[in-house]
């Protein structure tokens, strides 16, 4: 099963503008290629079975919504550690 998983993961991160791809970009620089794609793997594990449990369609995230929240913490803690430094913002 994880074979498979890996193998879908790794599909899904080819594809263009997708929230999976944005994940797997976002955890190569944290953990690497290999724990990427595992954990964009984990992804589409979680999503098959809520699809199943609640007999719903696939809603996919949308990209620029995961990109502006991952820049707003970025921002967050870039102002926090210039706080701990003593510059003022």
Known sequence: MKAILVECAW???RSKGTY????YESM???????????IVGHKILCAIYHILKDK????G?????????RQQKRIAYLQKELKELGVAI
């Not at 190569?28 to 290999?34: E, F, P, S």
């Not at 995230?61 to 929240?69: A, L, Y």
């Open 11 to 13: 599909a899904a991160t």
């Open 61 to 69: 995230f949308d990209v620029e919504k995961f990109e502006q929240r």
């Open 20 to 23: 999976l791809r944005a994940k």
């Open 28 to 38: 190569i620089g944290r953990k690497g290629k290999k724990k990427a794609l595992l």
């Open 56 to 59: 719903e369609e696939y809603k």
